[in-house]
């Protein structure tokens, strides 16, 4: 043991500690190379498609495929909520209901010549009557009259504004004519609430 060779055990330290450096560098080139190597994935993976679904819910995205990421997506289309005219009977002038009746397209229709108007509304090919309480006590066989050349088909709607007071009973006999007729009973309880209905209708 003695007689061990000292410059050659530096030898060995030395060596060893080269190796261990040779090592070192190696590992800190394979870390070092790692990014550029997902980099260079990156670069070469296949680029999304516009519009691609991405989802069970038919979701889509735009990507940078030769866009800007930045710049803004295409606008929806806007369709308006307003439906086609209402036609309105010329029989309907002087019904206030007419001066709410603001947020949907109507005009007026007269009877010509052998084509003969029943409607006072026309409502997306839908008949609709209009009838008020104090009117119907005046004159209480108007409605029946009305009713009679609309009664064959089941999509008409009479809109009945309860103007005035002790309804409940003539509300009865209104609501059974409707049931009988065919007709789908709106009741209202002010002009402005039967224009609302008017525009419902009309979406």
Request: glycine share 4%.
């Amino acid at each position: 043991m003695n007689n061990t060779d000292s410059t050659s055990f530096q030898s060995i330290l030395a060596g060893v500690k080269r190796l261990r450096e040779q090592g070192g560098e190696a590992e800190e080139d394979f870390h070092n190379s790692k990014p550029r190597v997902t980099v260079r994935e990156a670069e070469h993976s296949k680029p999304l498609r516009r519009n691609e679904v991405i989802n069970s819910f038919n979701q889509q995205r735009l990507t940078n495929h030769g866009d800007d990421a930045t710049a803004p997506t295409e606008a929806p289309v806007r369709i308006s909520s307003i439906g086609k005219s209402v036609l309105v009977n010329t029989s309907q002038k002087a019904n206030p209901l007419l001066n709410h009746l603001k947020n949907t397209n109507w005009r007026y229709v007269s009877s010509t010549g052998g084509n003969k108007i029943y409607y006072d509304y026309l409502i997306r090919n839908r008949s609709v009557l209009f009838l008020t309480l104090t009117y119907h006590k005046l004159y209480n066989e108007y409605i029946f009259r009305r009713i009679v050349p609309l009664q064959r088909s089941n999509d008409n709607i009479l809109i009945f504004v309860v103007d005035d007071k002790n309804s409940e009973d003539i509300l009865t006999e209104i609501t059974k004519m409707c049931m009988f007729k065919g007709f789908t009973l709106l009741v209202a309880f002010s002009f402005e609430q039967a224009a609302k209905y008017i525009e419902y209708l009309n979406r």
